[in-house]
Every structure is written in C-alpha cells, then in structure tokens.
C-alpha cells in the first residue's frame, strides 16, 4: 500500500467525502496516482528533493500544459514579472514566448542591448550560456537571461529563414520603461511610437500629442499623426484601452468573454477634452506588434478612426489574470478572450492591416529613389506666395538636427514614408469618397 504525503491525504479525503457526482472516481484515481509517484520521486531520485520543490513543479507544470500564457511565479519571479511594467530591471530587453516547446522571440524591445544586437521578432532562443531551452518553461528562460547591470548572456539563436543558427553574446543593461517616442516627420506631421504600455503609457503618450500640439500651432496645428505600434509586445489592458479611447469619443474599444458568456465584459470611449478626434490617424503594425497593441489596431480599424498599415500581427487574444497568493508567489491564468468592436477574436488570427506594406531591407538604390530632388529642397528656392508670409528664414541648430533625423529615418523605413504619404492623403480621399 502506498504511503501519502500529509497534503495529497488531506485532499484524498477531501475528495472521497464529496458527493458522487462532484468527485469522480477517476478524480480519486488521478490523486492516487499523483501521490504514488511523488512518494516514488522522494524516495528514489538519485538527488534527494524538498516536496515543496515537488508540489511547485507540479503546479507549473499543470498551469504551463493549459496554455503558452497561463504559469505559476515564484515569489522572485513574481517580482521580476511586477518590475517589468512599474519599475527598473536588467537585462536584454527582449519580450518571448513559447510555441511547441521553442523559446521565440515577440520583439526585442527598442534601443536595449538585444535590438542593438540583431535580435528580430520571429527569432528561436535555441540556447542560453549553452544550455539548451527546449524543455525549459518560459519563466526559467527569462530568469536565465536576467541578470545583474554589465554582466553577459550568451544565446544561440535562429533567425526566420535562416539556414545556420548564430551566437551572440548580449552585455545585460537597465532596461528602460519608457514607452512613448515622438518625432516632426514634415511640417504638421507627426511620428508617435509606443514600445510598450506600462503603467504610464497613456500619461506619457498625451505628454507627447500635447508637445506636438504646442509646436505644431505655429504652423496651422497637427495635421496627421503615424501611430507606430510596430515590434509592440503589448502589455496592461487598461493602458491599451485608455491609448484607444484618446483617439475615439464613443463605441465599445474591446471586450472579453471567458467560458462563461454571461460574464461577457465591454470597454468603452469616453468623450474628453484631450481627445484627439479630427486629425488623420494611421497604425503602423507588423508580425511583433501584439495582445495590448492588437487591441488598439483593432478599435481603431474598427470604428474607422485609422488606417492600419504594415504587416499582419502576432495574434494573442488571450486575458491573463494575475493572482497573488499569500507567500509572494502568484499564478498568471488565462481567463477570456479578446475581442474587437465588431466581434472578431484576435486570437491566433491577428489583425490584417488595411494596407499591407512589408517591411524592406533599405537598399542604395531605394535611399537613392526616395531622395529625389525637388524645387522646394534647393537653398535658396523661391517660396511659394502662400508659404511665404509668416514664415522663418532659416531653421535653428536644433530644429535642423530634428528634421535630419526625421529624413534619415524616413529614408530607412519604407512602411513610415507609406504612412506619411497615406495620412497626408486621407482628407483629400474623404473628400472623394463623400
């Protein structure tokens, strides 16, 4: 006869005094079955093991056979996990998940040490310090690459398409948590990027549309905006629901069902003096654009605020609660689905942009094409009668490094220069539309 652990007996006798129908037998049997083997583990593994190593493994185990998002944290994990969109953390920078058993990369996290070294969304972690990831859980990966300030981690990775693996060696850094990049890309045109949506997504965001603005009314106030949600791993519900609800007055943004349909949930725009509801909007998004970054795509496609441009995304619908526990540890369990305001589910579909722009290699020839001269950009070009008045003669130190930096980066980024041509287009196309 078997002998039981105190905890799996107590919840032996648990079950056996519930009702029939509440306790199957195989329940009973599945129980047993889990006993006898963690008896066998603790009596014969060759490296003796605390149980409650045994018990954590087997929770996480339960909890990472559900899903790739749903895990159980330990107390440092749980931590790692809290810094990452409140506070500071080393490391490489670098948002991952788990796909039959493979480590990919969802994106690398702008200016960190690991976009600096060439990691690309769609990239396999076949290795970390030559220990090999198949095998590990997603939250023994990313405790591996963490790391104090100036220490390094070495990876072996698989690029898309790629025939041989590669191994790089990343320095570990602070990763930085701000989350909102803006740019003038032509007069009255403005870049706004988001990397991620952490806790002051939305603040800094407004921060930002609120400089524009500002610069802007010199020259007649904004006249188009470039959403950049590219490389996007996502991030709170709440901040994604607040970005979309600056550009929306009204309408459902998104909302989430879980098994039960009853608890159907909807999010909706609220009308406020710091919308931004006139100017012509277009989303950039790709393959690493997802969760948080699908949500707003989605609303704005939806209630036709935007043009989506750019690449399908990466497609996770899913809600993931998190649920602290009185140890420190927490478990993260998928909870619902999300779903765009018509009703489609992102998950494992993505968002299909309006238009569909793959990203190019920048080439000489295609640096060469884009920078075709034109009248206006001969100094001393004579002004047209209608630009002419009120205008300055010539630009400040500052604001001529601002707009070199606006062409080089239009000059490497073909999905942007479509972007700008398309929102400077989007009112004359109302207009012919109409």
């Known amino acids: 006869m078997p002998v039981f652990s105190p905890l799996c007996l107590a919840a032996l006798l648990m079950l056996l005094c519930m009702p029939v129908h509440a306790a199957d037998k195989s329940d009973v049997e599945s129980l047993k079955r889990f006993s006898q083997i963690m008896d066998m583990v603790e009596r014969s593994y060759v490296s003796e093991t ?24 330990t107390p440092e994990e749980y931590k790692a996990m809290q810094e990452t969109t409140s506070g500071e953390f080393f490391g490489i920078g670098v948002e991952i998940t788990q796909e039959s058993g493979a480590i990919k990369v969802v994106t690398p996290i702008e200016d960190t040490p690991a976009y600096k070294a060439g990691m690309k969304a769609g990239d396999t972690i076949l290795s970390i310090n030559g220990k090999v990831t198949m095998g590990l859980s997603l939250q023994d990966v990313v405790t591996q690459i963490r790391g104090p300030k100036g220490t390094d981690v070495e990876l072996t990775i698989l690029h898309q398409n790629a025939k041989e693996p590669q191994t790089i060696k990343i320095v570990r850094d602070a990763i930085p948590l701000h989350s909102v990049k803006s740019r003038r890309l032509e007069e009255g045109y403005y870049w706004v990027r988001l990397t991620r949506f952490s806790e002051k997504t939305t603040e800094e965001l407004q921060d930002a549309l609120n400089a524009a603005s500002k610069e ?65 909007l277009v989303v950039l998004v790709n393959a690493g654009s997802a969760s948080a970054s699908e949500i707003v ?26 649920i602290p526990l009185s140890d420190g540890s927490a478990l993260k369990l998928t909870i619902a689905r999300y779903y765009t305001p018509n009703g489609s589910s992102i998950q494992a579909e993505g968002i299909v942009p309006d238009i569909e722009v793959p990203f190019e290699v920048t080439s000489e020839a295609g640096q060469q094409a884009f920078l075709t001269v034109r009248e206006q950009d001969l100094k001393k070009h004579l002004e047209n009668e209608k630009n002419a008045k009120g205008k300055d003669a010539s630009l400040s130190k500052k604001e001529t490094e601002e707009r070199e930096k606006a062409l080089d980066q239009l000059k490497q980024d073909n999905q942007l220069r479509i972007a700008l041509q398309v929102v400077k287009k989007m009112p004359r196309l109302k207009e012919i539309l109409k």
């Not at 901040?239 to 039960?260: H, P």
């Not at 605020?305 to 998190?322: D, M, P, Y």
């Open 50 to 73: 605390k149980r409650a190593d045994l018990l954590n493994g087997a929770i996480k185990g339960m909890l990472e056979n559900l899903d790739a998002h749903s895990t159980y944290m």
């Open 216 to 280: 802007a009314a010199k020259t007649g106030g904004i006249k188009g905006i470039v959403l950049d949600l590219r490389n996007n791993p996502g991030g709170l519900l709440d901040q994604a629901v607040d970005v979309s609800d600056v550009f929306l007055k009204s309408g459902t943004i998104v909302s989430i069902r879980g098994r039960d349909s009853a608890s159907e949930k909807f999010f909706k725009a609220s009308s406020s003096r710091n919308d931004v509801l006139s100017q012509p």
């Open 297 to 322: 795509a989605g609303a704005l496609r939806d209630q036709k605020r935007a043009v989506i441009l750019g690449e399908r995304t990466f497609g996770k619908g899913s809600v993931q609660n998190l």
